[in-house]
């Protein structure tokens, strides 16, 4: 679904607002195999394309964009976020992908063989309410925000004693 795309791209990504998910695109994912833990692995590079802290410009034409290597964990199964993109570029139409905007509104009824999803964009006030809604959904109080899906993810990778090293460039602070 959309909701766990965006909650997955927020979490891993490091993405902060409705902004960031907003400019998101298709082009910004490679797909390739590469060896993890001595395993070869399917694994998406994300390649930021400007953000907050780096918006482009003459001044920030040194730095390099944050790049992000997620590798699939098979043992996730259907929760896989590898196996989740996998998915997605499957069923979206061709056109959503020329089109270069990651998320696209699914269709009402889905036809076995064909795409599950149309090529319109889904608008940025719904995508800016996207973390709110998914909260009052699932009766989680508090002031819950897209940003908190950063937060999610930053606080997630200390935990898991991720080097500090990594979770800075992998959450651009």
Same mark, same amino acid.
């Given at each position: 679904?959309?909701?766990?795309?965006?909650?997955?791209? !927020?979490?891993?990504?490091?993405?902060? !607002?409705?902004?960031?998910?907003?400019?998101?695109?298709?082009?910004?994912?490679?797909?390739?195999?590469?060896?993890?833990?001595?395993?070869?692995? &399917?694994?998406?590079?994300?390649?930021?394309?400007? +953000?907050?802290? @780096?918006?482009?410009?003459?001044?920030?034409? @040194?730095?390099?964009?944050?790049?992000?290597? @997620?590798?699939?964990?098979?043992? &996730?199964? +259907?929760?896989?976020?590898?196996?989740?993109?996998?998915?997605? /570029?499957?069923?979206?139409?061709?056109? &959503?992908?020329?089109?270069?905007?990651?998320?696209?509104?699914?269709?009402? +009824?889905?036809? *076995?063989?064909?795409?599950?999803?149309?090529?319109?964009?889904?608008?940025?006030?719904?995508?800016?309410?996207?973390?709110?809604?998914?909260? &009052?959904?699932?009766?989680?109080?508090?002031?819950?925000?897209? @940003?908190?899906?950063?937060? /999610?993810?930053?606080?997630?990778?200390?935990?898991?004693?991720?080097?500090?090293?990594?979770?800075? *460039?992998?959450? !651009?602070?």
């Amino acid at each position: 679904t959309t909701k766990l795309r965006f909650f997955y791209n !927020g979490k891993y990504l490091c993405l902060r !607002g409705g902004n960031e998910h907003r400019l998101l695109r298709f082009s910004q994912f490679t797909r390739e195999t590469a060896t993890a833990d001595g395993k070869e692995r &399917a694994c998406y590079i994300y390649t930021e394309q400007g +953000s907050k802290n @780096h918006g482009g410009g003459m001044g920030q034409l @040194h730095l390099d964009n944050k790049v992000v290597r @997620h590798f699939e964990v098979p043992e &996730a199964g +259907s929760r896989d976020y590898v196996h989740i993109l996998d998915q997605y /570029f499957e069923k979206v139409p061709r056109e &959503a992908i020329e089109k270069d905007n990651f998320y696209v509104r699914p269709l009402s +009824s889905i036809v *076995e063989g064909k795409p599950w999803f149309t090529s319109v964009p889904i608008g940025k006030n719904k995508l800016s309410s996207m973390v709110k809604d998914m909260c &009052a959904a699932g009766s989680i109080e508090g002031n819950k925000t897209n @940003h908190s899906l950063r937060s /999610f993810g930053v606080t997630t990778m200390f935990k898991k004693s991720v080097p500090e090293k990594l979770i800075q *460039e992998r959450s !651009g602070h």
